[in-house]
């Protein structure tokens, strides 16, 4: 972990101002640099996170890191991440093993996940994009939108997209398909990147699909694939990655404002009784409990999946939890520093900015809220909506 944290700290850091303000340009030397020389040492980006033995705790730990020096730095890695995730729950023996193949090259490889509509997102049982079955091959054809990656995926690299399609829309989510596009293919266009508030080192594509066309077997898991519950699956590992990519900026904002606080001689007094203590002390102090509170569930949800255990409630309490801590705390990051926390000079504002993505992706907060309360009070899917 050490060694993810000089990585975070000496090359990410003082990159995050340059590729906020530089949208779309891609941090290769980083990219490279990992591919080449920290992959080895960074046991969680090791290829063999395809496989079930990589502890899941150390990527989130890793992913804390990373996203501490910059939280869209974290989703430029090349390693499979929501693509290859989605490959790991849902795919057959011969769909992992191409993948970690994928990840042995001399290049840096992406994987993307292309499930949002320009009609849904959070109702992903209403996807409107098409799988026809032709012979021994698949046609796709439909627009995604907000593909994290994409063009890192399928232009940039020899990586593969997974699209989730319907085979029949009569069938609603029964007939959801999930189908591995390779990078090259004719019938794929990288569309245009988004412009987006935060998160600008990471780039995010609409991606449209035009009779494009997959020899049978690139359906992912075969003719018995888990199908829609197979990208819901995708979503228990998912969650509690995106909180803990959230996680690193919340602490980066707490780092940064108690080294400027200790410069002006403010030392926070743990343990003193709570009337006793200034209001600055008090708001740094609830801020640091939020942020444990939140990468407590984080954890929990993260062991359960090292345990195969479900998790889809911890998944979802982890995830809006995060949500919720990075806006209050990147806020009152801003307050605390007044005008200056205002301002482009420090890296405050666009903490704010980056953080507020974290209760959108992944399922946005009210979606996620959705899932906890029906676990709770046991109702399904059609009885809360
Ligand atoms: C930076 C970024 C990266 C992304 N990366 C990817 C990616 O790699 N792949 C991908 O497929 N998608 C990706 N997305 C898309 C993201 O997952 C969706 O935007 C998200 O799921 C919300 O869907 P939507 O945009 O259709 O919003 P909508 O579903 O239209 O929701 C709009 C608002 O209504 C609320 N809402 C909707 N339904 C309900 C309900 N039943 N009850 C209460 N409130 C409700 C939502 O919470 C939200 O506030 C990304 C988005 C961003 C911003």
Redesign the pocket.
């Known amino acids: 972990m050490e060694y993810a944290e000089s990585i975070a700290r000496d090359m990410i850091r003082p990159q995050a101002r340059f590729f906020d303000e530089h949208e779309h340009e891609e941090p290769w030397e980083f990219e490279k640099f990992i591919w080449n020389t920290a992959r080895k040492k960074l046991e969680s980006l090791d290829p063999s996170i395809v496989v079930p033995e990589e502890p899941f705790m150390l990527q989130l730990h890793m992913i804390e890191m990373i996203s501490w020096g910059d939280a869209g730095f974290f989703l430029c890695l090349p390693w499979p991440a929501?693509g290859g995730n989605a490959i790991f729950t849902t795919g057959t023996a011969e769909q992992k093993d191409k993948l970690a193949k994928r990840f042995q090259g001399t290049e840096p490889t992406w994987t993307?996940?292309?499930?949002?509509e320009a009609h849904?997102?959070?109702?992903s049982s209403a996807i409107r994009t098409r799988a026809v079955r032709d012979g021994d091959s698949w046609v796709l054809n439909g627009e995604?939108?907000?593909?994290?990656?994409a063009r890192k995926a399928m232009v940039d690299s020899q990586g593969v997209m997974v699209v989730w399609a319907t085979v029949d829309p009569k069938a609603g989510r029964a007939g959801i398909k999930p189908f591995l596009v390779e990078s090259g293919n004719p019938g794929v266009k990288i569309f245009k990147l988004e412009q987006?508030l935060g998160?600008r080192s990471?780039d995010?594509a609409v991606v449209i699909l035009e009779d494009c066309r997959i020899p049978h077997e690139n359906l992912l898991g075969g003719e018995d694939g888990k199908g829609f519950k197979g990208a819901m699956k995708t979503f228990d590992s998912a969650r509690p990655a995106a909180a803990a990519n959230g996680m690193g900026i919340a602490r980066a904002t707490l780092d940064f404002l108690k080294e400027k606080l200790e410069e002006q001689g403010i030392k926070i007094r743990y343990g003193v009784p709570r009337h006793l203590l200034s209001s600055i002390e008090r708001d740094v102090i609830d801020m640091e409990a939020q942020l444990r509170a939140a990468w407590l569930l984080v954890v929990r949800a993260g062991w359960l999946v090292d345990q195969d255990r479900r998790n889809t409630l911890e998944s979802s309490m982890s995830k809006v939890k995060a949500g919720e801590v990075i806006t209050k705390i990147t806020q009152k990051g801003i307050e605390l520093m007044g005008p200056l926390g205002y301002s482009r000079r420090l890296l405050l504002e666009k903490w704010m900015r980056d953080g507020k993505?974290i209760d959108?992706?992944?399922?946005?907060?009210?979606?996620n809220r959705?899932i906890i309360a029906r676990h709770i009070l046991g109702y399904s899917n059609k009885e809360l909506?």
């Open positions: 929501l993307c996940m292309a499930l949002t849904c997102g959070s109702d995604k939108l907000f593909v994290t990656s987006k998160f990471s995010t993505v959108l992706f992944e399922g946005t907060g009210q979606i959705l909506k």
